[in-house]
């Protein structure tokens, strides 16, 4: 069997690139490469991942081309915040081959066609596009701009916020790519949205929540305010709370289900720290005077009337007038 050169067994290469190296034609056709584009081969045996997908478009694609829309959200992977040394809580599962890349290239350019690829025309500044490992990518501001062709304004919001929380100066500068909008689709929209970001989540479904409250026509809840004792001492810090009227909710993800061992915990090799905050939270804001009220992925999505409803409910309790 013929020997790979090293050099081709670390990306994507070109049919040309190959044949300088030595390897023939009838080598080149065989079932040990595959052809993700015209004149473009990677070895099979190589794991395939979405930047390997798009080093390999670029062997093929114009210089002035730009890798963008979904394609962009995930290598830039610009709903991760990377705040502090905890884990990303905003997270982005990598699409898988089936799903297209997405390519701008200027407007007086041919539209990248093919199976694979979904090609916009579109004018990019250079403050529009980004250097990353060799790629060119959108920036975080021109995708989020790109996005409202095809996005809910939910989703809008959601990055957003996302990007709010991943750079200091996100609201300025979404606020800024919005004022080069003028015109173009999606203004109204990306106004909208924009309009209904804030600064502090921590996940998409905190967003989501939050925007099934406001649309009922609850006050608007503040994000992520540490509660205290009379002395300063730190209870909790809820998702969303009310504070003129000491009413919280939290989102729990799947995360909040997950439990160590006895044997580990007794070993202590494991804490159960996530499990025993969940079970104390609520008892100690109710020392306070809070109430608190814990939903799910199952509230958001098959039950948003029963949610809120159940926080109209907490709210007047509390003497809200809702």
């Not at 007086?108 to 199976?115: W, Y």
């Not at 959108?138 to 989020?144: G, H, K, Y």
């Not at 804001?285 to 992925?297: D, P, Q």
Request: net charge neutral; glycine share 8%; hydrophobic share 35%.
């Amino acid at each position: 069997m013929k020997q790979i050169p090293n050099d081709l067994t670390i990306g994507p290469f070109t049919l040309d690139r190959a044949a300088d190296l030595g390897l023939s034609a009838r080598v080149l056709e065989g079932d040990r490469f595959r052809r993700p584009w015209p004149g473009v081969r990677t070895l099979r045996e190589v794991p395939e991942s979405l930047v390997d997908r798009c080093r390999a478009a670029a062997l093929v694609l114009p210089e002035s081309a730009a890798f963008s829309h979904d394609t962009a959200l995930h290598l830039g992977g610009w709903l991760t915040p990377n705040v502090g040394d905890g884990p990303a809580r905003y997270s982005t599962r990598e699409p898988n081959a089936s799903v297209p890349i997405h390519v701008t290239v200027p407007r007086l350019h041919v539209r990248p066609q093919g199976r694979g690829v979904v090609g916009h025309r579109s004018d990019l500044s250079p403050d529009d596009i980004l250097d990353m490992n060799g790629l060119r990518v959108t920036s975080p501001w021109r995708t989020w701009c790109d996005l409202a062709d095809g996005a809910s304004e939910v989703d809008l919001v959601i990055l957003a916020d996302a990007l709010r929380k991943r750079f200091g100066n996100g609201a300025y500068r979404l606020e800024t790519h919005l004022g080069t909008w003028s015109g173009r689709r999606g203004l109204r929209s990306l106004r909208r949205a924009l309009s209904r970001s804030r600064d502090g989540v921590d996940s998409p479904m905190e967003t989501r929540l939050r925007l099934i409250f406001e649309d009922a026509g609850l006050p608007e809840p503040v994000v992520n305010r540490w509660v205290t004792r009379d002395h300063g001492d730190p209870i909790h810090c809820p998702d969303l709370s009310w504070p003129a009227w000491r009413v919280a909710a939290d989102y729990d993800g799947g995360h909040h289900a997950d439990c160590d061992s006895e044997n580990d915990v007794r070993g202590r090799r494991a804490s159960d720290w996530r499990q025993r905050q969940d079970i104390s939270r609520r008892d100690l804001l109710e020392e306070v005077g809070w109430i608190l009220r814990v939903f799910t992925s199952f509230d958001v999505f098959r039950a948003p009337e029963r949610t809120v409803e159940r926080m109209r409910l907490a709210l007047r309790m509390a003497g809200a007038d809702v």
